[in-house]
């Protein structure tokens, strides 16, 4: 039995499906075998696959486009490794990655059951380098979220304070992948978070303070999607989203901020802004924000609008920074 068994599943990505599979035959650990799930690709993908040697590479070919969920939950399936760790077809690992997951979990009870990384996202140029800088910057203020644990992350991931399920970065022992019941396939956004809360109810997640996933910026489905997928994800966790927005939690406008920012990058300034209002947004947003209006006006010119929208955006960023502020004075 391999002691990890990668799932990658992949659709129309023959360009960057070979550094994926090759940065998980490159890890430091050897005990492992890579499962790509072709979801119906139609373009190279099987002459990539093909091109593998290495009996560590196990095909499993989907006749249709099922989508990531469906392909993910097959990996599951045939997964014959104690552990599962799941990597994006367009992403790739550090090389040991793996091993300090699996270190971190060699020193924890059996309440452990898996471990997720950071990751960093491949903003080049000199765009991408202005917004990493600031937004690193302003983040300095904010308050540092609890990161591993059972319960205590529940609050954490509904509020998107932390990402344990961001496709490349979670392991999961391969008995409590598959008792979670693996990836809710009706899901088209969240379904990462979703499926590390239905995790936590069969043990712990650790963390391992490293950036030890390359992270591509992918596009993004329309607002709408993620609109319909917001409510059907906080719909579902109803009780959960009360009690810890009673604990002070910001999660519903949480949500608000990431439907703002996808409907500025659409160039819905207007709806954007609507969402804006009602979103949880803190001084290290400016930059995502601000690179998400000048997207939408880009594809959509309205330059007065746009300037409303900004100066609004300023007002309620720096309105929520001087109420922080406040509290912290008082002692609160």
């Keep these: 039995m391999p002691r990890v068994s990668v799932i990658i599943p992949t659709y129309n990505r023959a360009s960057t499906l070979p550094r994926a599979i090759d940065?998980?035959?490159?890890?430091?650990?050897d005990d492992l075998e890579v499962v790509v799930v072709d979801d119906g690709s139609t373009d190279e993908t099987e002459s990539v696959l093909a091109a593998y040697e290495d009996s560590r590479v196990r095909p499993v070919?989907?006749?249709?486009?099922?989508?990531?969920?469906?392909?993910?939950?097959?990996?599951?399936?045939?997964?014959?490794?104690?552990?599962?760790?799941?990597?994006?077809?367009d992403d790739e690992w550090h090389p040991e990655k793996l091993e300090r997951q699996l270190a971190i979990l060699a020193d924890r009870s059996d309440d452990w059951v898996g471990a997720y990384c950071d990751s960093a996202f491949d903003?080049?140029?000199?765009?991408?380098?202005?917004?990493?800088?600031?937004?690193?910057?302003?983040?300095?203020?904010?308050?540092?979220?609890?990161?591993?644990?059972?319960?205590?992350?529940?609050?954490?991931?509904?509020?998107?304070?932390?990402?344990?399920?961001?496709?490349?970065?979670?392991?999961?022992?391969?008995s409590v992948a598959r008792d979670a019941g693996g990836f809710d396939e009706t899901l088209d956004r969240f379904q990462d978070p979703e499926f590390c809360l239905r995790v936590l109810e069969h043990g712990k997640l650790a963390y391992v303070d490293r950036p030890l996933v390359r992270r591509e910026e992918t596009g993004h489905p329309p607002a709408g999607v993620i609109r319909n997928a917001s409510e059907q994800y906080l719909s579902a966790y109803a009780d959960e989203v009360e009690r810890f927005e009673a604990a002070g939690y910001e999660i519903r406008s949480t949500h608000e901020l990431i439907l703002a920012k996808r409907y500025l990058a659409e160039g819905r300034l207007l709806r954007g802004a609507w969402h804006l209002r009602r979103a949880a947004a803190t001084p290290r947003h400016v930059p995502g924000l601000c690179w998400a209006a000048a997207t939408g006006v880009r594809r959509r010119p309205t330059p007065i609008v746009a300037t409303i929208l900004l100066a609004g955006l300023v007002a309620t960023v720096g309105q929520r920074t001087l109420q922080c502020r406040a509290v912290g004075t008082d002692g609160s």
């Design 61 to 89: 070919i989907h006749a249709t486009n099922q989508g990531a969920n469906v392909a993910r939950n097959t990996g599951i399936e045939h997964a014959r490794g104690e552990h599962v760790a799941f990597l994006d077809s």
């Design 123 to 174: 903003l080049s140029g000199t765009s991408g380098t202005l917004r990493t800088a600031a937004a690193s910057v302003l983040a300095r203020g904010d308050e540092e979220p609890t990161r591993e644990g059972g319960e205590e992350l529940v609050g954490e991931i509904l509020a998107d304070n932390v990402q344990p399920g961001a496709g490349s970065t979670l392991l999961v022992r391969t």
């Design 23 to 29: 940065s998980a035959l490159e890890q430091t650990i």
